[in-house]
């Protein structure tokens, strides 16, 4: 089992390139869906229940989460937390179950907090694994993703403003009953930035072992949200996204979430200059879905744009544009602020379904041209699939329409609206 989890690389200009050509609940229908539950009050789970527990063993290993390492399918970053001391820095991994014959030395950092002292933070560059030090060592497994291919399927979970409630619990239970490979995070993790001095760091320690049932095994791409900024100068703590920088490793850009086209009255338009600069560019190459956090609801928008508008054009409003992506906000992940209830009234012409609830959404993509979309809503301890889409990659359909018509002799029709 040779591991290459940069091959989610094309995966992911597939997805970008996914284009909206049918909804299941589509036509020109708006949602808002007035369905409105918190399941538990918004408040994080206390420090001694089980889902914090620290792992058996003098120093064992805890926190574990795994991202994808490369661009070209050769490696992933293997991530941990020792306690006590510093234990063994090395990665042991290999093609079979309990036979590893290869290893691999990562690097270490800790950092303080206030007067929190971290525990030690490894981070290490292999392709497959198992965690240890003798006695206290741990081991885990994961699944390579399919070779490199437009055809290849993958399912993507895509979950937003976690933390760690009993809503986050029931988010993260549900993400792992739906079957997805990997996690693109929208930002907003721990929501260990709502406590202050010593608790800040041991807030974080509590969501690392809180999420390892899943990125331990499969990898969590990663973007930082508002929340993972933690400057707190009365605490002397002035270095933005310290824990955040200490704790997650990944290759790629964090950029703060924000929403640029979503109907909620929270955060509304915050993302304006955003939009001003990237839409264009959106619609330019065909990025067929924007995904976001930040706002605690869900919201789906139809393909929208609004590329025309500057100062003199006079064209505020964004319009249906068969070339623009949708625009999808999945802040609802269940952290303790709880949620984002008040839109825009009436629902404006281009949002096509939205509630304030807690859920998680998956993303199939089954091959070249096909993907369904689905958010999954918690619902009284169950996972209910309340808004489903199957998206047809605009990109590929249009090549694979001009050489049908050029093998037809045909040419396009241009219509003109
Ligand atoms: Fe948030």
Redesign the pocket.
């Known amino acids: 089992m040779a591991v290459s989890f940069a091959k989610l690389v094309p995966l992911f200009q597939i997805m970008l390139y996914l284009t909206l050509l049918l909804s299941l609940n589509n036509g020109t229908a708006r949602i808002t869906s007035r369905f409105i539950r918190t399941e538990w009050p918004s408040a994080d789970i206390p420090l001694h229940n089980k889902v914090f527990d620290i792992p058996k063993g003098h120093n064992a290993p805890q926190q574990v989460r795994i991202t994808q390492g490369d661009y070209d399918g050769k490696a992933v970053i293997i991530s941990w937390v020792t306690p006590n001391e510093l234990g063994s820095n090395r990665v042991q991994y290999g093609k079979l179950e309990k036979k590893y014959d290869s290893s691999a030395e990562g690097t270490v950092t800790n950092y303080t907090f206030y007067k929190y002292k971290s525990g030690y933070i490894h981070h290490c560059l292999v392709d497959d694994l198992e965690i240890g030090d003798g006695d206290s060592s741990r081991e885990f497994w994961f699944q390579t993703p399919p070779k490199i291919h437009p055809d290849a399927p993958y399912t993507f979970g895509i979950i ?2 976690l ?1 760690q409630t009993y809503n986050s619990l029931s988010t993260l239970k549900h993400y792992m009953q739906s079957g997805g490979q990997s996690v693109l995070f929208l ?2 993790l721990s ?1 260990a930035d709502r406590y202050e001095y010593n608790d800040v760091g041991i807030r974080w320690d509590s969501w690392g072992r809180f999420i390892e049932q899943s990125a331990a095994y499969q990898p969590w791409i990663w973007s930082a ?3 993972e900024i933690e400057f707190m100068p009365n605490m002397g703590e002035v270095i933005p996204f310290k824990s955040y920088l200490h704790r997650i490793a990944t290759p790629y850009t964090a950029s703060k ?1 924000t929403n640029p086209l979503c109907s909620n009255v929270v955060h509304y338009m915050e993302g304006e200059s955003m939009r001003a600069v990237f839409e264009s560019w959106f619609v330019h190459s065909r990025v067929d879905f924007i995904f976001a ?4 609801a869900y919201e789906r928008s139809y393909r929208i744009s609004n590329i025309h508008y500057n100062f003199t054009s006079g064209d505020r409003y964004p319009v249906p544009d068969k070339s623009a992506p949708v625009y999808l906000t999945v ?1 609802d992940g269940g ?1 303790q ?1 709880g949620l984002a209830g008040r839109f825009l009234d009436p629902q404006p012409n281009y949002s096509a379904f939205r509630e304030a609830s807690y859920g998680h959404s998956t993303l199939e993509i089954k091959n070249r041209t096909h993907a369904f979309y689905h958010w999954n809503r918690n619902d009284d301890g169950n996972k209910v699939t309340t808004d489903s889409v199957v998206f047809h990659n605009q990109y590929w359909s249009n090549n694979l329409r001009r050489r049908k018509l050029k093998k037809n002799h045909l040419k396009p029709r241009v219509e003109v609206r």
């Open positions: 937003g403003d933390g930002g907003d929501y949200g508002n929340h979430s956090g930040h706002v605690h802040g952290n602020e």
